[in-house]
């Protein structure tokens, strides 16, 4: 039943935008990357939200530090998109490495404000750092392919199809995230991690490194932040610190997590899938007409979340839809 | 004969309260050795010593052979002391079985391996058929097992038991101090238990240690310690110890 439903979403995700290309339109290929966006930074809040509990409001960091480094990489030294997001996952990896060790001394509340403390650092350093182009950013120059197949490779899509390249692009890294998150969770780190979240104290009593495996959880999820930053960055084309260290890139994917689940493997995934398309229909609808520009839209967008967290705090997943289904049984996350 | 276990005057205290005064004690390889005091005399402090949660102010503690005076919790735990707690600390959101396997997955990194401890662990502590409920659905009494499997799961060499049969029925605690003795017998681990119930420490331990205001008036086996002057005085107050 699970693998089947697996099956069904794999094989709805890849067609999806393909009727779509077909009638000529691009806007919900769009709707579709930022879905697949924010669902992979949900993942990756997941870490060390959902499974280790500790709060974290600054995981745009990384999202900002993943994508100036690929851009440095490409702008600077000509280096590729794909070995330039390696290089920014593994550049995020160690900051938040470096910078959350000190951290980790620092619980509940003081953690979490001790994270949005870092992002207010960040920012004016991005802002006024030449050699990364200070306010100004970086501009990474388009470079046109004539085969979808260097253009993948570049990560470098344009023109018609710049949109369902972006797509499969960000389909692509959501799914190497979900499957890499599906281990997490099996291995020993998710164990040890859920370990902490429900008592410190007693999972340092049978041999847990508290401090150690915070720090792993959060480095985990700013890898995810940092990758998807290099995507947003190629996708954009530019990268300025008021654009990529803004809060949504945490809030969008925190808010779907909680909605869908948190602490569950698919609840980011479900969050982002009826969170951001709903904004974007709101903002269609709404945005538009006599009530434009007095955000009308977002009104009704803080409504439906806040009646979600009102009704279910544990998030849509952990109703019991197994019991509804009455096939599968009831499992535990 | 080095012992499993030394502590050397160790003192701990609060501001201007001294939880632990200069106290020493040893606990041999095989030995259950119960540790008992009033309110506040400082036995969970003691605890919190020797597991590294709280760290003495001065003095030394040695385990196997090896200096833990100023070792984190985990560290200790991988030295080979386990602990439960007073206030049990299941974790809550997971399920029994995944409370030890997350005990075991201190000797392994293979899931399949630590579950297959936690299941016969589970088996070992009578818990059998309630692997899969969260931990937080539990009744207090499973709660306590479970945290003597997660304990145990963790392959200690000295289990510390903090009040594990307190707030139990009469049956429960039976039941409880079956389970200490086959832990003893079954798997050699040592033992030391802190309990205010007299009736289950006394037949339990090979030796007594009686702490009062933090300093150790007694030492030595059950029956002598209970006819102890000191101790009766710090029990049941000035009056009877004199008569």
């Known amino acids: 039943m699970a693998r089947i439903a697996l099956v069904i979403g794999a094989l709805a995700a890849i067609l999806y935008p393909i009727p779509l290309q077909l009638q000529g339109t691009t806007y919900y290929q769009t709707v579709g990357f930022l879905v697949l966006v924010n669902a992979m930074l949900g993942l990756g809040w997941n870490v060390i939200g959902g499974w280790a509990g500790q709060f974290d409001f600054g995981p745009q960091v990384f999202f900002g530090i993943g994508a100036y480094t690929a851009a440095l990489l490409y702008v600077k030294l000509g280096v590729d998109a794909w070995l330039g997001l390696l290089g920014g996952v593994v550049v995020a990896a160690v900051i938040c490495a470096v910078l959350t060790y000190p951290l980790t001394r620092l619980r509940g509340h003081y953690f979490a404000i001790s994270t949005v403390a870092i992002w207010m650092i960040v920012q004016p350093i991005g802002a006024t750092w030449e050699y990364i182009g200070a306010a100004q950013g970086l501009f990474i120059p388009v470079k046109t392919h004539n085969t979808i197949l260097g253009a993948a490779l570049s990560l470098q899509f344009s023109g018609p199809t710049k949109a369902l390249g972006y797509y499969y692009a960000a389909l692509v890294l959501f799914a190497v995230t979900l499957a890499l998150m599906a281990w997490v969770e099996r291995s020993k780190l998710g164990f040890y991690f859920r370990a902490i979240r429900d008592d410190q104290e007693a999972a340092e009593g049978i041999g847990i490194d508290s401090r150690l495996y915070k720090v792993i959880a959060r480095s985990i999820t700013a890898a995810v932040f940092a990758a998807a930053g290099v995507l947003y960055a190629f996708w954009a084309l530019s990268v300025f610190p008021e654009q990529v260290f803004e809060l949504n890139w945490s809030t969008l994917p925190i808010m779907a997590t909680v909605v869908g689940g948190i602490g569950r493997l698919w609840g980011p995934v479900l969050g982002a899938a009826i969170l951001i398309p709903i904004s974007q229909i709101m903002s269609t609808m709404l945005g538009t007409g006599p009530l434009a520009g007095r955000g009308i839209d977002l009104i009704v967008y803080g409504l439906i979340i806040i009646v979600i967290a009102a009704f279910r705090p544990t998030g849509l997943l952990s109703l019991p839809w197994a019991r509804w289904f009455r096939r599968e049984r009831a499992v535990v996350a | ?243």
């Open chain 2, 1 to 243: 004969m080095a012992a499993l276990l030394r502590l050397e005057s160790s003192t701990k205290s609060f501001g201007g309260l001294l939880a632990n005064r200069e106290v020493s004690l040893t606990i041999e390889t095989g030995e259950i050795v119960g540790l008992i005091g009033p309110n506040g005399a400082g036995k969970t402090t003691l605890f919190n010593c020797i597991t590294g949660y709280m760290h003495p102010d001065t003095g030394r503690i040695v385990f196997d052979g090896h200096d833990i005076t100023h070792t984190r919790p985990e560290r200790i735990c991988h030295a080979g002391v386990a602990r439960t707690w007073q206030v049990v600390r299941a974790f809550g959101r997971m399920t029994a079985l995944e409370n030890i396997v997350c005990g075991a997955l201190q000797r392994t990194n293979r899931i399949a391996e630590a579950r297959a401890r936690a299941r016969d662990l589970l088996q070992f502590t009578g818990m059998q058929g309630r692997g899969d409920m969260p931990a937080a659905t539990l009744t207090l009494a499973d709660k306590k097992r479970l945290e003597i499997a997660r304990a145990l799961a963790t392959r200690p060499k000295l289990l510390l038991l903090d009040e594990a049969m307190s707030g139990l029925t009469p049956t429960e605690t039976t039941a409880a101090v079956k389970l200490v003795r086959r832990i003893h017998e079954e798997m050699g681990v040592s033992i030391c238990v802190v309990e205010h119930v007299m009736e289950v420490v006394m037949p339990l331990s090979h030796r007594v240690v009686v702490l009062d205001y933090g300093v150790k008036i007694a030492d030595g086996a059950p029956d002598v310690v209970v006819r102890d002057e000191q101790v009766i005085r710090a029990y049941l107050g000035e009056r009877r110890a004199h008569r």
